[in-house]
Nanobody
Framework: QAQLVESGGGLVQAGGSLRLSCGAAARVGGPFLMGWFRQAPEMEREFVAA????????FYQDSVEGRFTISRHPGKRTMYLQMTNLKLEDSAVYYC???????????????????WGQGTQVTIAS
């Protein structure tokens, strides 16, 4: 059974919008932190955005700042990524990640997270 389940990916034209969702199963401890990473073909997985689950502080990669908004619904154990003004270079598989133990300070590395989703494809067409 999946512990993190993403949804909302798809095909959209450049300049369009998409909203990704990620639900965390109850057996995922915490969470204390949730985030989104993405991986384009032949590229390394990279940090996109994160949210401190209790305080709601948000963190973004520079290239998405101002275009993407990360948010959470604690009662539903669900995180969202609203993506607007999408660009061709945003095409990638987007992965949801969660940390089930208290934060140690970092939010941008894969090692800052303990659980991962299967990924959802986002394709931006010209």
């Amino acid at each position: 059974q999946a512990q993190l389940v993403e949804s909302g990916g798809g095909l959209v034209q450049a300049g369009g919008s998409l909203r990704l969702s990620c639900g965390a199963a109850a057996r995922v401890g915490g969470p204390f932190l949730m985030g989104w990473f993405r991986q384009a073909p032949e590229m390394e997985r990279e940090f996109v955005a994160a949210i401190d689950w209790s305080a709601g502080r948000t963190f973004y990669q520079d290239s998405v700042e101002g275009r993407f908004t990360i948010s959470r619904h604690p009662g539903k154990r669900t995180m969202y990524l609203q993506m607007t003004n999408l660009k061709l270079e945003d095409s990638a598989v987007y992965y949801c990640a969660a940390r089930s133990t208290p934060l140690r300070g970092g939010v941008r590395k894969e090692s800052d997270y303990t659980h991962w989703g299967q990924g959802t494809q986002v394709t931006i067409a010209s």
